[in-house]
């Protein structure tokens, strides 16, 4: 068995889950030197909700951000978190956009490009994987990991095995919701390793307790990367702290070669940003335990604050426990979806909609129209055509890959952002976020135009005119 390898999530999914990706370049910089010696297998940094959060909260460019990391980290492989057809946006794009992005991805800085859809639909993924593949970067496949009639260890070996003929370099075992158990991952794993070829990388978020017990379980039966967070980012909807894993391993046929006092470092500097961010209220204490309904409803943490808050505001909140029961119901009408962005919201959506109107599916929300009809994609399980008839009525269900019926886009998107772009990947700033980018490009400007005013008055108060 060859040592475990450690991607640390601390720069992306650890601060998306429990500060809501609110950490700023200035305050990575400091310790980028630090965590590029201890020997991660990679840092996972850009992608997920860090592109929008950068432009809609931090004023920060996302792209500045990749070349800064890149330059810093020169002796670590840059990961990011990609949702196939939807890029890092909400909605499917035309495949030239995307090929442009995954171009403009790796020209910056991207070494490992980690590609999953919502509903495991490969089709979704296919143009991300062949961009990867031909701009030379590692793709590693994502299966989302759920439970229901519709999901089994057999059914995920088998996609894997699709995977891996599609050119994949790696597979994660992406558990969003913290919902493999110990014996579960055990047994996974084990059938993985038997049926593909290639490295198996778990990721397990730490909502349900679950996550240290699954991983070493997953360990035991071959998986080659963990994902971690240093440990005053781990815990709660966060993932396993690295420092207690790389402990774990310490001295066995795992022993990860981190070396502990390197991770210290790492450690005291986060630990000092962590103070920063409970002082500011940034980092709230009820994302930071365990949350034992994730196992007894399958709702990712996220999900169920999103719910409590829509039925605050319709003035409903008596009514938590009726939507958590109607949530597997939902779930299992819309073909049993995994619960991910977007799927989580949109049942979630629904299932609120069905208590508080007294009557199920009396209103229906325009994304759940969408799932039903096929719009993200081919479902687990197929619909029953009477109640995709009750949904979506005589509108023509999508049977191909959504993407099929987006008409290129990148050169009219192109054209809309020309009087604002200053770089190439303006444009897919653009792409994604439109307003919300508008809103930076300007801001931008705005501070270039002070920046200019301010040189200009320097140089006439030496030399008047």
């Known amino acids: 068995m060859a040592n475990v390898k450690i991607t640390e999530t601390a720069l992306r999914d650890a601060h998306q889950s429990l500060i809501a990706t609110r950490m700023t370049i200035e305050e990575m910089l400091p310790i980028l030197p630090s965590m590029d010696k201890v020997g991660y297998y990679s840092i996972e940094c850009w992608g997920g909700a860090t592109f929008d959060a950068c432009l809609r909260f931090l004023d920060e460019d996302p792209w500045e951000r990749l070349r800064i990391l890149k330059k810093n980290l020169p002796n670590t492989k840059l990961q990011m978190l990609f949702r196939g057809q939807n890029m890092l946006g909400y909605r499917h794009y035309a495949d030239d956009v995307?090929?442009?992005?995954?171009?403009?991805?790796?020209?910056?800085?991207?070494?490992?490009?980690?590609?999953?859809d919502a509903l495991n639909d490969i089709r979704n993924m296919k143009t991300s994987i062949n961009a990867t593949k031909k701009e030379g970067a590692?793709?590693?496949?994502?299966?989302?990991?759920?439970?229901?009639?519709?999901?089994?260890?057999?059914?995920?070996?088998?996609?894997?095995?699709?995977?891996?003929?599609?050119?994949?370099?790696?597979?994660?075992?992406k558990d969003m919701a913290g919902l493999l158990k110990p014996y579960a991952t055990y047994e996974l794993v084990g059938s993985l390793k038997k049926s593909v070829k290639i490295p198996i990388q778990?990721?397990?978020?730490?909502?349900?307790?679950?996550?240290s017990m699954s991983v070493l379980k997953g360990i035991e039966a071959g998986a080659d990367m963990i994902d971690t967070a240093i440990s005053p980012l781990s815990m709660g909807t966060s993932h396993m702290a690295t420092e207690s894993l790389v402990a774990a391993l310490k001295e066995s046929e795992y022993d990860t070669g981190i070396d502990p006092l390197k991770l210290n470092e790492v450690k005291d500097y986060f630990q000092t940003l962590r103070e920063k961010y409970l002082e500011s209220g940034l980092l709230d204490t009820k994302v930071m335990g365990v949350d034992a309904n994730t196992l007894l409803y399958q709702v990712p943490g996220g999900m169920l604050s999103n719910l409590v808050s829509q039925l605050k505001q319709a003035g409903k909140s008596d009514k938590f426990e009726e939507v958590l029961n109607e949530i597997p119901k939902?779930?299992?009408?819309?073909?049993?979806?995994?619960?991910?962005?977007?799927?989580?919201?949109?049942?979630?959506?629904?299932?609120?909609?069905?208590?508080?109107?007294?009557?199920?599916?009396?209103?229906?929300?325009?994304?759940f129209k969408g799932l039903i009809r096929g719009e993200y994609g081919k479902t687990p399980e197929k619909i029953d055509p009477q109640f995709r008839k009750k949904i979506i009525g005589d509108e023509k269900p999508i049977d191909c890959r959504p993407a099929d019926l987006i008409s290129p886009e990148l050169d009219k998107l192109m054209a809309e952002a020309a009087k604002w772009a200053q770089?190439?990947?303006?444009?897919?700033?653009?792409?994604?976020?439109?307003a919300v980018a508008e809103k930076f490009f300007e801001k931008r400007l705005d501070r270039q135009i002070?920046?200019?005013?301010?040189?200009?008055?320097?140089?006439?108060?030496?030399?008047?005119?």
């Not at 990991?145 to 050119?167: D, M, R, W």
């Open 138 to 173: 590692h793709f590693q496949a994502c299966i989302s990991y759920t439970l229901s009639p519709a999901h089994s260890i057999q059914k995920f070996v088998e996609f894997a095995k699709q995977l891996e003929n599609e050119g994949a370099d790696s597979i994660c075992i």
């Open 450 to 465: 002070g920046i200019d005013n301010v040189h200009a008055d320097r140089i006439n108060k030496v030399l008047p005119i």
């Open 98 to 116: 995307l090929e442009y992005f995954v171009k403009k991805c790796v020209y910056n800085g991207i070494d490992i490009i980690r590609i999953f």
């Open 423 to 434: 770089q190439d990947e303006d444009v897919l700033s653009y792409a994604m976020f439109g």
């Open 202 to 211: 778990i990721h397990s978020h730490y909502t349900s307790g679950l996550a």
């Open 330 to 367: 939902v779930r299992e009408d819309s073909g049993y979806p995994p619960l991910v962005t977007p799927t989580s919201q949109i049942v979630g959506t629904q299932a609120v909609f069905n208590v508080i109107s007294g009557e199920r599916y009396k209103t229906v929300t325009k994304e």
